[in-house]
């Protein structure tokens, strides 16, 4: 780095006098350049998209990644196992404003961080969660405030149907006994947990014999990982995809809205080009301030690339329909990072040039058969 200084900007310093200037003041500075830019972006992206949406006000999606930092974080940064950073990530898929962006210890409840980012939610919102995101307080919030869920369903917790007045529980394993491979059902009028609360719709699928081999995979890894394994009930549950939704029939069939739910994978992809292209995981040894400066430097490239990333793509498909890639487009913004900061002055001729450069490096290939979040957003016609 100290080389890099040097050489970029005429900065001559040895690396005992680098590490020097890691210090609280620095981290606190990163942090508030962060948060201002994470203010002032939502504004921007909200309002340049508002005259593209037709269904939702917003199509939020919340996810997390965690990645380990050296043990002697540990009071900062408590992990299950070892010391760790989380990431809680929410972001808009119809406009690509980021609505949330927050450092936490590896091991915080990503519930407990839903259920507290409620007031966010907005009349008309469609709120995209996982598993580790589920409560039923999240839910009746979300449904409160005129806002719409999809959710897949926890192991543990139970559902009810309500028959001549009587509660009877919901015998899942004898209906999946009934499924064959792929097959799904959709019941209605549902009640979950011990606070009953009411859900309208619930899908029942019967999970392929691939799709089967694949989660067990991911469950294997993560039992492995934690040191424990699941209960046979969870594990035979595991065969089933089970999502809750209080989308009305009318407007989202059970196809939508298992295509709607899919697009929680463009988050995964995402923490993986943050972690491959921009190393948000690769942390050494080194002191605690010069980890947290690393870490908000990157988010601030994060909140950057991604707002310009957004834009640019709805540029190219407007214009000529062509879908830019995610993880290509990181790429390529990475290798031209120091040429854009360097030449702020020139920020026309940098910004045409990027254009340029997404348009003929940056196309994301289509496998035959395959659809795009774009493609599914524009046929399920929420843009």
Known sequence: MCAALTLWHGCSLSSEGLNQRFTDRAVAFLREVF?????HQRPLLLSAMETY???FTRLRILDSTSFLVPADYGE?????VSSGVKIQFEYDLLSGACLQLCVQSANDSDARFAYHAQHTILPNDLCIRDLGFFSVAALAEIDARGAYYITRLRSDMKVYIKENGQWKEWDWESLGNQLEEGESVEMEHVYIGHERLYVPRLFFRRLTAEEWQKRMAYVRKKEKRKGKALARQTLEQKKYHILLTNLPQESFDGQQVYELYSLRWQMEWLF???KSVLDLEKVKEMKKERFE????GT???ILVTQTFLFQARMYWHQKEDIEISERKAL???QSYWHQLLLRSHMAEINLFSLLSLLRKHAKKGRRKGEETASDIVTKLEIW
């Open 53 to 55: 949406r037709t269904c």
């Open 293 to 296: 400066c690393h870490l908000y």
């Open 299 to 301: 988010l601030i490239a």
């Open 35 to 39: 948060f201002l830019l994470l203010l």
């Open 272 to 274: 993986k080009a943050w």
């Open 76 to 80: 900062d940064y408590r992990g299950s």
């Open 331 to 333: 790429d390529l913004l």
